[in-house]
């Protein structure tokens, strides 16, 4: 595999198909129900059937890719919990006892694990190997990581979301695991939509007041050093961001080539969504947002990239476990589709 799939498959994405849409939309008319009654279920099942291409679209089985990486930052006392966290979360993903392994279980998911930069060496049954560093460095010094690692980043993800479907999954989930990324996630947004960091930075896993406003410190600090270019999406990646979010961004571009939807979860793999559209804009029509995390910054990334969460449960763990909850309702937008009766084949009276 080249190390530049990534730049063929941003450069192949297609625009939506209309016609399929068309189709979808006109059968929903047909079903036995009063006519959008099923709000936003309809909404969703003729926007599956633009982004697959398939009038009758199924997303069954999904796949969940988690990536994993660490954070230089973390050394900055920005995150409640310590960086080992990152490589111990890992095995628990390994032996299917973390959040995300639940709720993938429960949805029929296809679920992968992938080190792309954990600080440690990764030993863990099952998880893929793509370390592309030994975690970042602390933006708060020196660029997080050189251009041509975020480049890999980009590329790990390809790979690893091209594998995933070639196993079947439907839909993809993009999660990820990294102590201190929701300090590397804040920075990025703010450099890229030009915003003013306070607005965007929380708690994360849950830091005290004094860690938080230290947490705001390092954001900006590590702006004014690095002055990230919005107009350059991988400067903005290499200087302030993380390994994981390249990763997750390199895999919804895969997935907008492939015309797989792509379903969010929270505040980090909405950056990385950001981060793939400035990268490849015809990849937002593929995004659909799983949920509303409790972290301020995304409710400012989401209408940035104008997505309406499905759901609001007051979550803010991240791995995919929001993507993950909210899947149910995305399938049943499908099954209403492929299963309902018309009003034809029930023998119902239509007005
Ligand atoms: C046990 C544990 C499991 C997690 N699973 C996801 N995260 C989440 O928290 C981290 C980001 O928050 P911050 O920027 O404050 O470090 C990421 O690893 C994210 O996936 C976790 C965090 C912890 C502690
Ligand atoms: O929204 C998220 O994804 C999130 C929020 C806090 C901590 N980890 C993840």
């Known amino acids: 595999m080249s190390h530049a799939d990534w730049k063929k498959g941003r450069d192949a994405v297609q625009p939506l198909d209309t016609k399929a ?55 900055e006392g920005v995150s409640a919990y310590p960086q080992e966290v990152t490589a111990q979360m890992v095995a628990n993903f390994a032996h299917g006892g973390a959040a995300i392994n639940v709720f993938g279980r429960q949805i029929g998911a296809l679920l992968h694990v992938v080190d792309v930069g954990v600080a440690t060496d990764v030993d863990a049954p099952g998880v893929w190997s ?3 560093r030994y975690g970042t460095a602390s933006m708060l010094r020196k660029w997080a990581m050189s251009r041509e690692e975020a480049e890999q980043s ?29 300090t590397a996630s804040s920075a990025m947004l703010a450099a890229l939509t030009e915003t003013e960091p306070d607005q965007l930075v929380g708690r994360g896993t849950g830091v005290c007041d004094e860690k938080w406003e230290r947490k705001k410190a390092v954001v900006k600090e590590a702006l004014a050093l690095h002055q990230p270019n919005p107009a350059d999406p991988l400067d903005v990646l290499a ?9 997750m961004a390199g895999a919804i571009i895969c997935a907008a ?61 991240g791995e995919g476990s929001g993507a993950a909850v909210a899947f149910p309702i995305v399938e049943s937008a499908t099954r209403m589709l492929r299963e309902m009766a018309t009003f034809a084949s029930a023998g119902v009276s239509n007005r």
Request: charged share 15%; aromatic share 4%; hydrophobic share 50%.
């Open 130 to 132: 793509k370390k592309v």
């Open 21 to 75: 849409a068309a189709r979808a939309s006109a059968h929903v008319d047909q079903l036995t129900k009063p006519l959008g009654s099923l709000g936003r279920l309809e909404k969703l099942a003729v926007q599956l059937a633009a982004i697959t291409g398939e009038p009758a679209p199924a997303v069954a089985p999904p796949g969940i890719l988690v990536f994993a990486a660490d954070h230089g930052v973390a050394s």
């Open 239 to 247: 200087k302030v961001g993380g390994l994981e979010i390249g990763a």
């Open 154 to 182: 980009l590329q790990v993800g390809y790979e690893s979301a091209e594998a995933l479907f070639a196993e079947g999954a439907k839909l993809l989930i993009v999660g990820e695991m990294g102590i201190g990324n929701t």
């Open 257 to 317: 080539a492939r015309r797989v939807p792509v379903l969010l979860d929270g505040f980090i793999s909405t950056v990385a969504a950001l981060l793939a559209v400035r990268l490849c804009p015809a990849a937002a029509d593929y995004l659909l947002a799983g949920h509303r995390s409790q972290e301020p910054g995304h409710a400012h990334v989401l209408a940035t990239l104008g997505q309406e969460p499905l759901i609001d449960l007051g979550l803010r763990l």
